[in-house]
């Protein structure tokens, strides 16, 4: 069996980084980033891009070497992608701030609305509605990533999660401000609007798990495949028929009906 040499450069000095000798040709890319792991403890293999191109597009981890258009000596390039961090754990963070914040402003901690109104009650029912529906929301959001989501990807940048945050957090902070407030008044239409509101909550919310089931479904544990989702006999995934990510239909759904809930802008 023919063995490989891999070279690999720094995609932007074109400095040799690291000279691999006798690589097997069936090796992965994923395998050929352990092994430059080895020679450069600082670059994980999830932090790697290796291409073909100092300009070029990353590999991805399952390519096999003697089927990419290089000889028995590639010459391959480097990127450093910076610090990363696990989805399962962005996604726990992004979600368990909205969570916990959304609950400082419904007891009304003293620093939120002043020693005057802290700790105290509003006599409205739908803002103690609204409070079981956020924070059903964003835990049936933290339910999903430990035990339905599977992602394609393993990282995604570090620096990212605070923008993310930023959005998450500020945005659940906004709504609470307004729905606990204690000059808060209740919807103009009263419990009629509360509850059809309320209806329109819920029905989105299946819906929007309903999907993500379904996506989850069409990728094997462990693999990154990606399949085109279709719909099954669960009559929520019949709006894949209509458009292509009805996940994001149901989130906006949801949204809109606890908008209409709380009579409260921010919701939007």
């Not at 279709?230 to 759904?253: A, D, I, M, Q, R």
Request: aromatic fraction near 16%; include cysteine.
């Amino acid at each position: 069996m023919k063995h490989y040499e891999v070279e690999i450069l720094d995609a932007r000095t074109k400095q040799k980084l690291t000279f691999l000798d006798k690589v097997e040709p069936n090796a992965t890319i994923g395998e050929i980033k352990v092994m430059f792991h080895k020679s450069h403890a600082q670059w994980y293999p999830a932090r790697q891009s290796i291409r073909l191109d100092p300009k070029g597009k990353s590999l991805r981890d399952e390519e096999i070497l003697q089927n990419l258009p290089v000889g028995t000596t590639a010459t391959l390039y480097f990127k450093d992608l910076g610090a990363q961090i696990g989805w399962v754990t962005v996604f726990l963070t992004e979600y368990a701030g909205p969570l916990l914040i959304y609950l400082l402003f419904y007891f009304r901690l003293p620093f939120i609305y002043g020693p005057k109104h802290a700790f105290t009650t509003s006599p409205h029912s739908v803002v103690h509605l609204a409070c079981i529906c956020h924070s059903f929301h964003y835990i049936k959001r933290l339910m999903e990533t430990l035990f339905v989501h599977r992602f394609s990807h393993g990282t995604m940048p570090f620096r990212n999660i605070f923008k993310n945050c930023t959005y998450y957090w500020g945005f659940a902070a906004w709504l609470a401000y307004h729905i606990n407030h204690p000059l808060y008044t209740p919807p103009a239409y009263g419990e009629k609007q509360v509850k059809i509101a309320l209806a329109i909550f819920l029905f989105c919310q299946l819906g929007n798990f309903s999907i993500h089931v379904a996506l989850r479904n069409l990728r094997p544990p462990g693999s990154k495949a990606r399949r085109i989702p279709f719909p099954t006999k669960n009559p929520f995934t019949w709006l894949f028929l209509l458009v292509s990510c009805p996940n994001y239909t149901y989130e906006v759904g949801s949204w809109i009906g606890f908008t209409i809930m709380t009579q409260c802008l921010p919701g939007e």
